[in-house]
T-cell receptor
């Protein structure tokens, strides 16, 4: 699986959009980009995934660059409850094990 | 639709005892994964199972650890002769399979070995 690079931490004001970047320059053509988050001590939570098109669901939007070497997770209106570690993972999606890196610690503040 | 259920949520065992961790996947999910998170560390994959089959156990320690997902009932992660280094949070996840492979995690079992 391709490696990903994320900033270790980010801050965001409540109500503003949180944009979390991820670099995956060695991604293969059949690998998806997945985003998960882990709120303190809880089980990780699936957020969204995509292959090459931008995706949106009730939680977030995923923007993938045309060359697929990077992506951005967007939380449109961050709340205090969005404070968590966010993990960007690339995977073929074929029922494989997920490889969690160190992720980005997002802190949403008043 | 109930989420992934794990029990017990907290388990205390003395060195040398056995620990049994249970995981009930989401309804309709036939794929189960186990991960371990040591204190202050990231999640590490342990094993991937489908009903009655172990698909990938590349993350399982070679000794004392075993997993099963029987035709009926929950998936079980079994740790024999526990040692203090086994103290960790153990998370189970399930996925629907059939070209939908996002994983949904349970709340975890926190194992403490005294």
């Amino acid at each position: 699986d391709a490696k990903t690079t994320q900033p270790p931490s980010m801050d965001c004001a409540e109500g503003r959009a949180a944009n979390l970047p991820c670099n995956h320059s060695t991604i293969s053509g059949n690998e998806y980009v997945y985003w998960y988050r882990q709120i303190h001590s809880q089980g990780p939570q699936y957020i969204i995934h995509g292959l090459k098109n931008n995706e949106t669901n009730e939680m977030a939007s995923l923007i993938i660059t045309e060359d697929r070497k990077s992506s951005t997770l967007i939380l449109p209106h961050a709340t205090l409850r969005d404070t968590a570690v966010y993990y960007c993972i690339v995977d073929t999606g074929g029922g494989n094990k997920l490889t969690f890196g160190t992720g980005t610690q997002l802190k949403v503040e008043l | 639709n109930a989420g992934v259920m794990q029990n017990p949520r907290h388990l205390v065992r003395r060195r040398g005892q056995e620990a049994r961790l249970r995981c009930s996947p989401m309804k309709g999910h036939s794929h189960v994964y186990w991960y371990r998170q040591l204190p202050e560390e990231g999640l590490k994959f342990m094993v991937y199972l489908q009903k009655e089959n172990i698909i990938d156990e590349s993350g399982m320690p070679k000794e004392r650890f075993s997993a099963e997902f029987p035709k009926e009932g929950p998936s079980i992660l079994r740790i024999q002769q526990v040692v203090r280094g086994d103290s960790a949070a153990y998370f189970c996840a399930s996925s629907p399979g059939q070209e939908r492979y996002e994983q949904y995690f349970g709340p975890g079992t926190r194992l403490t070995v005294t």
